[in-house]
């Protein structure tokens, strides 16, 4: 059991219990102090925590490695390739990759879950024009005025209707409708509520003084040509509403990044097939291509690659054809079959292989023919981590723009954590309110 202090309401203790197995993996970023964590989740329902001792080492070289005093092969071919780094190094590997600047327009119906390609700028003053936020009388404000307060009615002026030659002068009200256009003349509004009105003599009492705060004035939200939308931000359905709200029909949005999503192993079957001995269903792709979606981009799933070095080189050349990133799932660990490391090392361009992380301590990243390319991990949970550790921050990276809001809050461990020294440890758990 870990309990940790809500931030916003410190009164409040959020409990976090270790959760099973099948519960996602959510992402934690470690502070200095090993039992206080940064706990990071969509929802209140599932978060990692981690601890890492704040000594740090500096980034290891594959030939530096005791691992690879006996690999002389690989050593051969990744000879000064970062090998076992922490996240921060890693990170800024990748954010030194160059970015898409591809961009496109889309509808409003289209354009929930995109993001801006430029700054938005509103067409329109908004409210465009001096207008009631309440519907009742508008009148001249008189300050020596005593209350009740008995004006003639000379008129009505509805939302869209109103067309400026109804006037207000002293001693006059007219009854108005919520977001109907002031008339000239009037610079009060009392409600309705507040208003008892005779009809058949056509006049109305008030019964206290009208406000002036009742008047929603010309700009008063938004001003013409103001830049109200930065480049990059995500755009929310509220956020359509303002595009909207601003006068754009249409907007230019990042065009969303192509990601091919494969899978390597014999032993990887389509759900729904029948398993032989020794297989099993192939699921990463499936976890891969959602989180892709999560991320605001286009998941392109390949079917699962056999272990044999022509086919994935195939499949490789035809992803780095039709896609922007690649992501592969499996064969990046230090095993015989492990091809798409052996493929990355002696055709490929690796930037640095392994990470100080648990899970997910086997990634590699480098391109293929031009294409950048995620080694992740085969186990589902490390490939979940490693695409929230690495791959999210690329893709904002690669587009300039913002991706799907995660809340932090700190918490202390009343539980110890089983971690390495310098090594970034992970584990799932729940949150419970009490």
């Known amino acids: 059991m870990i309990t940790v202090r809500n931030p916003v ?19 934690a970023n470690s502070v200095a102090e090993p039992l206080v964590i940064m706990v990071v989740a969509i929802a209140s329902v599932s978060v990692a925590l981690s601890t890492m001792p704040s000594h740090r080492s500096p980034p290891h070289h594959l030939n530096d490695h005791p691992h690879f005093q006996t690999e002389k092969r690989i050593g051969r071919f990744m000879d000064g390739v970062p090998y076992f780094i922490r996240l921060e190094e890693a990170l800024a590997i990748v954010r030194d990759m160059p970015t898409v600047d591809s961009e496109e327009e889309v509808r409003l119906d289209d354009a929930h879950g995109r993001f801006l390609a430029r700054d938005l700028v509103s067409l329109v003053d908004d409210p465009p024009f001096d207008n009631s936020a309440m519907d ?37 009200a007219v009854r108005i409708m919520t977001g109907a256009p002031m008339p000239p003349g009037a610079n009060a509004i009392l409600p309705i509520e507040r208003c008892e009105v005779d009809e058949e003599n056509q006049t109305v009492t008030l019964l206290e003084e009208p406000k002036p705060h009742f008047v929603r004035k010309c700009g008063e939200n938004i001003r013409k040509d ?62 891969l291509a959602g989180l892709t979606t ?123 954590v089983k971690s390495t020294k310098d090594c970034l440890t992970l584990r799932r758990v729940t949150l419970q309110s009490t």
Not at 241 to 269: F, N, Q, Y
């Open 294 to 416: 999560w991320a605001g981009h286009q998941p392109v799933r390949f079917d699962a690659v056999s272990d044999t070095m022509d086919a994935l080189r195939a499949v490789l050349d035809e992803a780095a054809q039709t896609c922007d990133l690649i992501l592969t799932s499996g064969g990046v660990s230090m095993g015989e079959f492990d091809y798409v490391r052996r493929l990355m090392e002696e055709e490929g361009d690796i930037k640095f292989w392994r990470m100080k992380i648990r899970p997910g301590s086997p990634p590699l990243f480098g391109d293929w023919n031009g294409t950048p390319l995620f080694g992740l991990p085969g186990n589902p949970v490390s490939s979940h981590v490693v695409f929230r550790l690495l791959v999210a921050p690329y893709l904002r990276h690669a587009t300039r723009s913002e991706g799907p809001v995660e809340w932090h809050v700190r918490a202390r461990l009343c539980d110890p």
């Open 136 to 172: 009742g009388f508008a009148c001249t404000h008189d300050p020596n005025a005593t209350y009740p307060l008995k004006l003639s009615m000379t008129g009505v002026v509805a939302a869209a209707k109103a067309d400026g030659s109804l006037t207000v002068e002293h001693g006059q």
């Open 9 to 27: 309401n410190h009164r409040a203790v959020l409990r976090a219990q270790s959760a099973p197995n099948g519960t996602p993996m959510m992402v």
């Open 226 to 287: 103001a830049v109200v939308l930065a480049r990059g931000t995500r755009l929310t359905p509220s956020r359509v509403g303002l595009c909207a709200t601003m006068g754009h029909a249409v907007v230019p949005v990042v065009r969303r990044l192509r990601v091919a999503i494969l899978s390597t192993g014999d032993e990887l079957k389509t759900p729904g097939t029948a398993l032989k001995k020794g297989e099993i269903y192939e699921s990463n792709s499936y976890g």
